[in-house]
């Protein structure tokens, strides 16, 4: 397959300028006469679904959950970056764009993040325009703190609440385009199967979760922003539902998987606690600006924090990055604090942690000024821990966040099947293989609110108006298929859990393909994964019916997915012979244990084709091509 990225011509600064002009419209008459699908309600999908409706376009929305305001991005804590340069202290376009791209280790497209960086400013105007509360100085102006990997202060907030204030902007929009008729919302219901007709992607099929009956909707384009795929992880800091079956299932039908070996692990997490838990707690980045990393010197020390005196400490992250300090970006932190517990250095009963302390800022600041700025998430330490971060550090430790790997998509945001538009973490885009802190929010707010409006017009108006409707055939193969997937799940009447299977899943991706992977480990998981999807498809146990609301049938599906894509992602992290971002393959670092790029033969997009069940995929490659930075080995120091 040829990979057309369609990076428009001419200066990067100009390129989206010149492109919006040089797409073609759809006459405002015509628009209502377009019905487009939206699959999601988070940031990136509830702000394109209004969008395209305010623009005219007839809009399906579908969301898992029983309201759209109840998607992932709610729990987006701290900030949101852009480059307004409020705090006069050398920011710009081209700095966001630059700290992005080398944050990313060279692996994402310049084209894309320099738009990225370009509308970040309309981002916060129009959520400021809907009333988001950001954070403020005295004076009024909108307040910026400091993210990882970058130098200067551009993250927007809304105390630890960044994404819940976010999203209740974009699901007001969204509202009012429910109200008005523009937007019909499906909640409750989850994305089966994509229908593709000669060649475009014509509905989607899903399941009423509600009821267990499946449905099928027709549209002459479709928008999938469904989310990323961290929980393939089993523990991770993402809500339970997330999941990769959308795009899995897109990928199936022809939608190129990029880059899915790309995950980011988060330095600052409350540590895993036992054998039975579901979820891990993320403390957000933000925390860094003010908190301190460190552990003891000395391996073994097992004294609590405040007998351990100032020089018996290692501010690891402050010594070895002196110019980063502790907002050295989230791959380079993560990948330390492993380092400190592997020499015997964590602290806590595990030994599997490190302090974050807030001694010297409150000390410095007063408590007040840093409850102001973290109470809640204060709060949430202590309800988590019973230990008060006022009083003793926190103890913090890396866990699985953040997916940059998604659907390949075009500067269009077009999948590798017509009419199939991929927005926010659920497409390989902007972040190359390392996210920046309060990126994420940008990008699924640039892909909903300015990116698509324009780009689905230009393929709308491009395309000759076709028809489908769900009588088409390839919509009842799709239900059939559907159909009688539910039913073998149910019948296999095994002894295991669903969330068994998925557990020992995410423990041999984390054991395998988590901070750090060699190749040795990466077979052997490949081998573990394969056995395991073996085993499920006879030993599940899922009771209950299909024709009702059944909880343990839905996630044995999403299982079911995580257990082929968790082998494509370790297919991907084996044909990356080089380590980058948060692909830190051991056989590939500098002396310095840091991550150790070859530009020469990986300085590329691998976009994954689906060939069939059991079947090696196969490899496409966009090569990446940079006119505008210089590819450099990352330094922070
Ligand atoms: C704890 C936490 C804190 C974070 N803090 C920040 C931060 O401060 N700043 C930042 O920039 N980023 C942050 N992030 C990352 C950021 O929140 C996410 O990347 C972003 O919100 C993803 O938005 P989205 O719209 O792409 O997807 P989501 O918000 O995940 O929404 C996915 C939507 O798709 C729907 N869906 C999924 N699958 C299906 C299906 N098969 N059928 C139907 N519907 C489906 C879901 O119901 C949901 O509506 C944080 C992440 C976490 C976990």
Redesign the pocket.
């Known amino acids: 397959m040829r990979l057309d990225a369609k990076i428009p011509a001419g200066p990067l600064a100009e390129k989206w300028d010149r492109h919006r002009f040089e797409l073609k419209l759809v006459n405002p008459a015509n628009k209502r006469k377009f019905e487009i699908i939206v ?8 702000s394109a679904s209004a969008s395209l409706a305010e623009l005219g376009y007839n809009v399906k929305t ?4 029983d309201s ?1 305001r ?12 852009a480059s307004k340069n409020y705090q006069n202290d050398g920011d710009s376009d081209w700095r966001l764009f630059y700290d992005t791209v080398k944050g990313g280790d060279f692996r994402a497209r310049e084209a894309n993040v320099y738009r990225l960086a370009q509308l970040s400013g309309n981002i916060i105007d129009q959520c400021v325009a809907q009333g988001v509360p950001f954070a403020r100085e005295y004076g009024g102006q909108l307040a910026n703190r400091s993210f990882g990997g970058a130098q200067v202060s551009r993250t927007f907030y809304a105390r630890g609440q ?2 819940q204030q976010l999203l209740l902007g974009a699901y007001s929009a969204l509202s009012r385009q429910i109200a008005a008729g523009k937007v019909t919302m499906y909640p409750r ?4 199967d994509m229908v593709v007709v000669d060649g475009q992607a014509k509905g989607i099929v ?1 399941r009423n979760l509600v009821t267990g009956g499946i449905e099928k909707y027709a549209a002459d384009a479709v928008v999938l ?4 795929y ?1 929980n393939v992880f089993f523990l ?4 339970m ?3 990769v ?2 795009a899995y299932r897109a990928y199936k039908k022809g939608a190129c998987f990029a880059n899915p070996c790309f995950t980011q692990i988060h330095p600052t997490c409350i540590p895993v606690h036992g054998a039975y838990q579901s979820k891990l ?2 403390m ?3 925390l860094r600006n003010d908190g301190r990393v460190w552990v003891p010197k000395k391996p073994g020390d097992k004294r609590s924090p405040s007998q351990i005196t100032e020089s018996e400490r290692d501010y690891y992250l402050e010594n070895k990055y002196p110019s980063f300090g502790n907002l050295v970006p989230r791959d380079v932190a993560s990948r330390n604090a492993k380092e400190q517990c592997d020499t015997g250095k964590g602290v806590g009963e595990t030994g599997l942690a490190v302090y974050l302390d807030f001694s010297d800022a409150i000390k410095r600041d007063g408590k007040e000024v840093i409850a102001k700025k973290y109470g809640n998430l204060f709060q949430m330490y202590e309800k988590i821990t019973a230990d008060n971060p006022y009083e003793t550090p926190m103890m913090i430790y890396p866990a699985v ?2 997916t940059m790997g998604g659907l390949w998509v075009d500067y269009n945001l077009m999948s590798t099947i017509d009419g199939l538009f991929v ?4 497409n390989f885009s902007d972040h190359g293989a390392n996210r920046l ?6 990008q ?1 707010l640039a892909d ?1 609110y300015f990116i698509i409006p324009y780009t689905i017009g230009g393929y709308l108006a491009g395309n000759t108006k076709k028809n489908v409707t769900t009588e088409h055939p390839a919509f009842n193969e799709s239900l059939a298929q559907i159909d009688s997937q539910v039913k073998r799940l149910l019948s296999i009447k095994g002894k295991r859990t669903v969330d068994d299977f998925h557990r020992q899943l995410g423990n041999i991706l984390w054991e395998y393909c988590g901070m750090s992977r060699n190749d040795a480990g990466l077979e052997k998981a490949r081998g573990l994964i394969k056995d395991l999807r073996g085993e499920f498809w006879e030993n599940v146990l899922v009771p209950g019916s299909g024709s009702d609301f059944n909880q343990s049938l839905e996630r044995a599906g999403r299982v079911a997915d995580f257990l082929e894509f968790g082998e494509l992602l370790v297919i991907d992290a084996l044909a990356r012979r080089e380590s980058c971002g948060g692909h830190f393959n051991e056989g590939y670092q500098t002396e310095e244990n840091e991550a150790k790029r070859d530009d020469e033969n990986f300085c590329h997009v691998s976009a994954w084709e689906y060939t069939g069940y059991e079947k090696e995929p196969l490899q496409n490659r966009e090569p990446l091509v940079f006119e505008n930075v210089k590819l450099s080995q990352r330094s922070y120091k």
Do not use: D, W
């Open positions: 699959v999601g309600t988070g940031l990136a999908g509830g579908f969301c898992i959950q759209p109840r998607a992932h991005s709610i729990a987006a804590q701290g900030g949101i970056n960044t994404g219901r989850e994305m089966l899903v922003a469904t989310g990323g961290a991770s800091t993402n809500a539902a997330s999941n079956t959308a707690t993320l957000s980045e933000s966040h953040y927005l926010g973490e659920a802190g309060a990126s994420a929010l940008m699924g909903g």
